[in-house]
């Protein structure tokens, strides 16, 4: 039963190339710098949040395919009966790992939706306040 018999390979593309800052990444001195690293930072940090929780529900697809598996074996041979609470069991704990994982997902991409928002907004406005002083 502990056989690994399941491709582990994982279904996500690696987020092993996302870089992570520190407050002190970055350089400025006016008010509007300070906001966009500290927008950035938090950026960052939401992105890595994300890149966890979904390494987490790679991790839970390997093991719920690891479990199937050994269901299936259990049923061909006729043992369900002898397995049933242990199955029973790993089910319920995959199924409360996963809840909590999507809902902090959830959380931390509706973050990151936000700070993106406020990043696009921030850089636009600069962007026209740098035409306005081209053009004047």
Request: charged share 25%; hydrophobic share 40%; proline share 0%.
């Given at each position: 039963m502990d056989q690994l018999t399941v491709n582990e390979q994982p279904i996500v593309s690696s987020l092993g190339n996302a870089k992570m800052y520190s407050k002190g990444s970055f350089e400025g001195n006016s008010y509007e710098e300070s906001n966009l690293r500290e927008i950035v930072y938090e950026l960052d940090e939401g992105i890595g949040s994300i890149g966890a929780k979904v390494e987490t529900l790679v991790?839970?697809?390997?093991?719920?395919?690891?479990?199937?598996?050994?269901?299936?074996?259990?049923?061909?041979?006729?043992?369900?009966?002898?397995?049933?609470?242990?199955?029973?069991?790993?089910?319920?704990?995959?199924?409360?790992?996963?809840?909590?994982?999507?809902?902090?997902?959830?959380k931390d991409f509706e973050k990151a939706s936000e700070l993106k928002e406020e990043l696009f907004d921030k850089v636009m406005k600069q962007s026209e306040k740098k035409t306005i002083k081209k053009d004047i």
């Open positions: 991790d839970v697809e390997i093991l719920m395919a690891r479990l199937m598996e050994d269901m299936d074996r259990v049923v061909s041979e006729g043992n369900e009966n002898f397995y049933f609470h242990e199955f029973h069991r790993k089910l319920r704990v995959y199924w409360n790992l996963l809840n909590y994982t999507a809902s902090g997902l959830n």
